[in-house]
């Protein structure tokens, strides 16, 4: 049996090293919901402002606003922020490790594969509390097999564990629960079959406790519908979700990734060249079935099915044990995938290089605001797309570099402890950026008529387009910086507007 060595650490430590390198060589990560994040933790470092107050609560998503807000007044919000991003990124290889560790009993270089997939789409998406209550999940789950031969003693430990993963996300702690009822399924079961029925249910009821609280929480404190913003995604539309966890940024690369990768499984399966191990089975088919069933939308939060397809991806690597038959085998095959993580690293840190022109003509605009301002925001209906330098959230640095008003902020009162003022509820009032953008861009006779009024509330425009695009010349407007897709105006008000 392989056991840890110098050589594996040293595996280790680069691989993990190749996987922070975009975190510490770059100022602006060009996560798309990343802005949206940085301007909240502006606000919770300020204690609010004008437009916006703190507004703790007993809520499941809470990862990066408690660990910024631990941080406050000792380093700059940005600095924290990529700090919370580079720990994420930690959290997750490591707990990754470790549960493949824990579930075939030894570290074993294959179990690099499985850091594959911690820059999934989730993470380029910039799901960042998600993110990072998966990592914990993947510790607790390890700790919870490790302890396996302590049933008291594990149950005890779970219990802080599940309810700092719930605090962290409450997806990643749905996960987690997935995790460890899977582990315990087939134990419970071999020690029915052995006339060990009493044995199997003390099993079986050891998992219950550290779930209590979570669940007290989530039904009766933490005040949240399941059916707000409930989709469903099509039976059809499932196989295309598997590509998330291969999303970065150069598609060819993404789908050569995909076709080789489950057709070396495939392939490695079907000659017993791989095989995983018998407990891991149960949670490989729990999470099969929860990707299937699995909404869309649900907690007004979006992708809850995107996120899984990695996770399991993640399991059954670290799962797995390889069995090569010839060094040459061994050789081709590690090689080929080692050379497969290594170039898409690559991609991926050189798409976070070349973001961070785009992102500094940005903010160099977003600085001639005047501190304290009212910024509107303008974009087309559905756009919110992944790419390798999103802009749709960056008119939300105005809020961290300018105190700014932008009422793109994620303040949603069953995920975020912020709430607007009554005079940013007041702006907030009937304001959408699409009904602007049909306005100001498309130049839309209806949409003029009402956009004129909405926007004469505010003392600038953003406008943000996927391409480039023109603004036709408008009375109300004048031009204060603009790049092909990102557009800065000052709104000129008059009588007494």
Known sequence: MAVWSWRLSVGFCLLLLALELPVLTTVQPPLIDYPNHLARMHLITEGGDAFWRVHWGILPNLAEDGFIWALAGTVPVETAARAFLFLTVAINAVGIFMLARACVGAFRPWSLLALMFVWSASLLWGFLNYSFGLGMAFFAAAAWLGLDRRPAARALVAIPFALAIWFAHIEALAIYAILVVGFEIQPCLAEARA??????????????????????????????????????????????LIF????????PLDIFSLVFVFALFAWMLSTRRLNVVGRAGPPLALLFV??????NHLYTGGGADHRLPAVFLTLFVAASAPRFRTARETVWISGALAALVVVRLCVLEYAWLSAQQTYAQDIAILDLIRPGATVAVAHRVNSIKFSSAPELHMPLMATVRRDAFVPTLFAFAEQQP??????????LAGTSESLLWSAFVDRDAQALSEGRPMLARFDY????????????AEPSLTLIGETPTFKLFEVRRTGGG
Do not use: C
């Open 195 to 240: 006339s060990m029925a009493r044995k199997a249910v003390v099993r079986a009821m050891l998992v219950a406790p550290q779930f209590v609280l979570p669940a007290i929480l989530t039904l009766f404190v933490w005040h949240a519908s399941a059916t707000q913003n409930w989709e469903l995604s099509g039976i059809g539309r499932k196989p295309d």
């Open 244 to 251: 998330n966890a291969f999303d970065n940024y150069n598609l």
């Open 290 to 295: 929860a990707f299937l069933a699995a909404p």
């Open 418 to 427: 912020i709430a607007p003022t009554p005079r940013a509820a007041a702006l």
């Open 461 to 472: 425009l953003v406008l943000v387009g996927l391409k480039p695009f023109q603004v036709p």
